[in-house]
């Protein structure tokens, strides 16, 4: 392999698993950047996850849930006819799609609901998108029987319809959010203003490893788990280590899950793939760190779109899952130092890629994860024959039918309007 | 160049005020809202019409602190062109005329941090800004900001919540100048009422701990609940009441300045005698 001449390094010797820092920074990205109402929760919801995290109970309730109730371990899939069309590198995909509810987002719900129950929270609220992290908290929350708020921008209502159908089925209440653009961003800013105004009783539970500290640290490790199994399923079929990984990021959950465990083994090379809409030479984007700079939203510093003033611009993207102005503080900081590089797909690359994976696999991809396999054919050449890529399959595009087949001009009656 | 007083207008002014055995009252509005002419009015009007301090919104894109009215007050002014450059020229242009009220920005970090933290401190003291509420910036992530205005002479206004314990207080008054801010409710702006009864022993705490002036906000919109809380406040803070009869004077013809300037006056009323008929 022949790695190190391709990828930059930072400038010393690094350990990346040591962050964030005790300020809950990663580099000059993060920290907590919330109104004072919040800044006494925050600080107990670290010292309450610290506890849990080492706590080998919660460890083992946690485990049971995710290999009883979640299906974990995701199985790991060499996807032959993926690797022979595109030539390259083989191609393993990491089946996130399998969890319940259809996607990586249950992990780190499974992992919030059990610390809110743990603090004695009574009441739980989620902003989303696509509606997945929704999904994924409406379920965990009828799974323990608490009341639970979902924020969800008007325009993703509308988009996602039968997420919002399901969430209603699980009990939740689904509050559409008019104000701005109404889209993910624009939901995150009302279930903070439901936080603020409900500190007491309520848990946030944050569907990105976005947010204030602790919740981008929070949400990686709940994420690891996807990275730790692969890690181990690579190991026992190919007896070594991939040399690349690629993940769809938006916030960056399920790039961040995928990529962790891997940050200290430097033959590894890792891609995360941002959604770049109708292309960067377009101000239509979702592309954070290709097309923003640093600024501060949500809770952390971090690579931003928006205008020369410091005002927030609207992400576009086919993806609602990816249609967010920002990026995890942890990527922000991964691509300053050069560890992970960051690519694009737009619109147009998503759906192809969405196509050909649905025909050649049996698999039909959710619109996040098909960014990810936009980038495959770069990634397989660069690694080259007799490599090994491993793509995070975030989610199952089953929600996505609707949009996918606006696109395509194809009424859909009755499947999914 | 303006006089400015020796320890500031803000100090300047509180001072006066515990002379006058008065509490203050602090009006906000969002900076350009609804365009910057009409901005520019009711700045000018605001002093005569009862304020005391002014406290001038940076409008943001994204403020999730902030109930519904100063969402759309933010929007309106954004979408009239206000820039943070516009709301220095807002201030300096006031300055011209107005040595001595007060004038304190609020606003969210990133339109600050995208000009840079020295630069902002520079141009808010050329301009003739006297104080900042960065509401979305903690003191654990202050000591930057807190840096660059130390060597402009713009105070930097501490958050203190129902929230904020004893221990939590310690800090949030570290570095603190002018005044604390105390949010008397736990919430956005707008949305709940303010309890004089449960402020009274907070704005003590606060003042204990701090050696500084309070000003109470978040929770009041009418002349009674302003004279409520004068009554154990340094000062009351209206803001959403104001962006309110804006939006009503809009969408009715008439003129927001007029509109607002009126309800200036009469929340000035009554906190000026808030404390005479209190004692009488």
Known sequence: MTSAETLPRPARLNDYLAYPDSHGRFGDYGGRYVPETLMPLVLRLEQAYEAARDDAEFQAELGGYLSTYVGRPSPLYFARRLTEHFGGAKVYLKREELN???????????????????????????????????????????????????????????????????????????????????????????????????????????????????????????????????????LEAEGRLPDALVACVGGGSNAIG????????????????????????????????????????????????????????????????????????????????????YLTATDEDALEAFKLCARLEGIVPALESAHALARLPEVCAEVGKDGIVVLNLSGRGDKDLATVAARMGIGLTGVAG | MTATPAGGRIKARFEALARENR??????????????????????????????LIELGIP???????????????????????????????????????????????????????????????????????????????????????????????DLIRLATPTTDDARLAIVTRRTRGFVYYVSVAGVTGAKAAVAVDVAPAVARVRAASGLP??????????????????????????????????????EGADPAARV????????????????????
């Open chain 1, 258 to 341: 995928m990529f962790h465990p891997f940050l200290n083994d430097e033959s590894v090379k890792m891609f995360g793939v941002e959604a770049s809409g109708d292309g960067m030479h377009t101000d239509r984007h979702a592309a954070a760190i290709n097309g923003g700079r640093p600024g501060v939203l949500h809770g952390n510093k971090t690579y931003l779109l928006q205008n020369a003033d410091g005002q927030i611009t609207e992400a576009h993207s086919i993806s609602a899952g990816l249609d967010y102005p920002g990026i995890g503080p942890e990527h922000a900081w991964l691509s300053d130092v050069g560890r992970v590089r």
């Open chain 1, 100 to 234: 319940h509810t259809g996607a990586h987002k249950i992990n780190n719900c499974m992992g919030q609901i059990l610390l809110a129950r743990r603090m004695g929270k009574t009441r739980i609220i989620a902003e989303t998108g696509a509606g997945q992290h929704g999904v994924a908290t409406a379920t965990v929350c009828a799974l323990f029987g608490l009341p639970c708020v979902v924020y969800m921008g008007a325009v993703d209502v509308e988009r996602q319809a039968p997420n919002v159908l399901r969430m209603n089925l699980l009990g939740a209440e689904v509050r559409p959010v008019t104000s701005g653009a109404s889209t993910l961003k624009d939901a995150m800013n009302e279930a903070m203003r439901d936080w603020v105004t409900n500190v007491g009783d309520t848990f946030y539970i944050i569907g990105s490893a976005a947010g204030p500290h602790p919740y981008p640290m929070m949400v990686r490790d709940f994420q690891r788990v996807i990275g730790v199994e692969t890690r181990a399923q690579l």
């Open chain 2, 261 to 280: 300037l009126a309800l200036a006056a009469g929340l000035g009323d009554a906190v000026r005698s808030a404390r005479s008929s209190a004692d009488g």
């Open chain 2, 214 to 251: 309070v000003a109470v906000g978040f929770g009041i919109r009418t002349p009674e609940q302003a004279a409520a809380i004068a009554q154990v406040a340094d000062a009351a803070v209206v803001g959403s009441a104001f962006v309110d009869a804006i939006a009503d004077a809009m969408s």
């Open chain 2, 23 to 52: 509490a203050g009252f602090v009006a906000y509005v969002m900076a350009g809202d609804p365009e910057p002419g009409t901005a520019m009015r009711i700045l000018h009007g605001l002093p005569a019409a009862g304020a005391d």
């Open chain 2, 60 to 154: 943001f894109s994204d403020p999730m602190a902030d109930g519904p009215p100063i969402q759309r007050a933010a929007l309106r002014a954004l979408a009239a062109g206000m820039t943070l450059a516009g709301v220095f020229d807002l201030v300096g242009k006031f300055r011209e005329t107005d040595t001595v009220t007060p004038i304190v920005l609020m606003g969210y970090l990133n339109p600050i941090l995208s000009v840079g933290f020295e630069a902002f401190a520079a141009a808010a003291a050329t301009a003739g800004v006297d104080g900042l509420i960065a509401v979305d910036c903690p003191p654990e992530e202050a000591d930057p900001l807190a840096d660059a205005l130390d060597r402009h002479g713009v």
